[in-house]
């Protein structure tokens, strides 16, 4: 069982519906948790980060932690084509010196206009 | 601001040949630094991690290495690449006193071993 799962896609949504992407995590010591987003043929970008259960908004971005569950979720709302792109997930251990994350493979997101 | 550079962006090897990846970090002291690899639509494979200057963690058996000469310096080297070495290297650093794990990556180095 690989550490953090993602839901395989792609995903594929029209302009303007929100978008749900979801990760599991099987370490119980994992403490933070991040998505990021990665154009085709670049490197990937922070756009989240979620320590405390709940959600967490910024701007048309909402990230969920459900720790009980290790499930991590990411809504889009009100998504553009800027928004297609591969969100790669990430669990990682708070306090540590090494600062090491482990990253799900990744789901795919199509936004038709 | 802070700055994280790669290069060279793009690099064809022949099998065997040797390799050195260069990332550079400015306006930060001290970050964790770390390299990854990513085969074509597959998440990343953290290859090495370091603390600090000479200090190198080594998360997957390869033919690949790592050093930091200074702070702000990591460099991926291999002696004889290996046609499975091909891939995205990318180099990532993190703030070494929040421990959080914000991890910040540099634009990357596509490498092609024929």
């Known amino acids: 069982q690989k550490e953090v799962e993602q839901n395989s896609g792609p995903l594929s949504v029209p302009e303007g519906a929100i978008a749900s992407l979801n990760c599991t995590y099987s370490?119980?010591?994992?403490?933070?948790f991040f998505w990021y987003r990665q154009y085709s043929g670049k490197s990937p970008e922070l756009i989240m980060s979620?320590?405390?259960?709940g959600d967490k908004e910024d701007g048309r971005f909402t990230a969920q932690l459900n720790k009980a569950s290790q499930y991590v979720s990411l809504l889009i709302r009100d998504s553009q084509p800027s928004d297609s792109a591969t969100y790669l997930c990430a669990g990682g251990t708070l306090n540590t010196n090494a600062g090491k994350s482990t990253f799900g493979d990744g789901t795919t997101l199509t936004v038709k206009p | 601001s802070q700055t994280i550079h790669q290069w060279p962006a793009t690099l064809v090897q022949p099998v065997g040949s040797p390799l050195s990846l260069e990332c550079t970090v400015e306006?930060?002291?001290?970050?964790?630094l770390y390299w990854y690899r990513q085969a074509a639509g597959r998440g990343l494979q953290l290859l090495f991690y370091?603390?600090?200057?000479?200090?190198i963690s080594s998360e997957v058996p390869q033919n690949l290495s790592a050093s930091r000469p200074q702070d702000r310096q990591f460099i991926l080297s291999s002696k004889k690449l290996l046609l499975s070495d091909s891939g995205f290297y990318l180099c990532a650093w993190s703030y070494r006193t929040q421990g959080d794990n914000e991890q910040f990556f540099g634009p990357g180095t596509r490498l092609t071993v024929l």
């Open positions: 370091s603390v600090g200057i000479g200090q």
């Open positions: 306006g930060t002291s001290n970050p964790n």
């Open positions: 370490d119980r010591g994992s403490q933070s």
């Open positions: 979620i320590y405390s259960n």
